[in-house]
């Protein structure tokens, strides 16, 4: 007996049996000549036999997976704190090139002079974007688990 079957909004069909329930599960709607309607597969004893042979994932209810979203949250506010101080030092640099940095720091040592301060403030501003994206996917994702029950 050939029968079709109704798989994300296209209709196959006819084949046998034997082809088709590789292709569906037990929610798939199917059909075959003298059937009033379409049903699902689960509910036909004729393809019970066939459908049982499928294997099921296992159930991931007893699994632990590995969190990282405080973690996260923790650098990335850290990584905040931390690219904004350099962008408030990247922005004297360049404001004031005159100014002797070397009575501050080794001059040679530390490689400031006026060029470092344009590097600096790019380097500043990109960290600056980051974190605060990356604090935002992680905090998001704090109060999506919250919202499901976890801790």
Known sequence: ????????????????VE???????????????GMENWLPAGSLPELAPFLAQQVQPPQMNNVKLRDFSKTTKVFSIFGVIFSSIMLLI????????DRRWDYYFDY???GVDEGWGVFYFLLSVFLLVFSIIALAKSSGAL??????GYR
């Open 1 to 16: 007996m050939e029968y079709y079957y109704f798989l994300n909004g296209t209709q196959y069909g006819p084949m046998p």
């Open 19 to 33: 082809a088709m329930v590789s292709r569906i599960d037990r929610n798939t709607l199917v059909w075959r000549q």
């Open 90 to 97: 990247s922005i004297v640099f360049i404001s004031e090139p």
């Open 108 to 110: 040679y040592y530390y």
């Open 143 to 148: 109060r999506k688990k919250r919202q499901l």
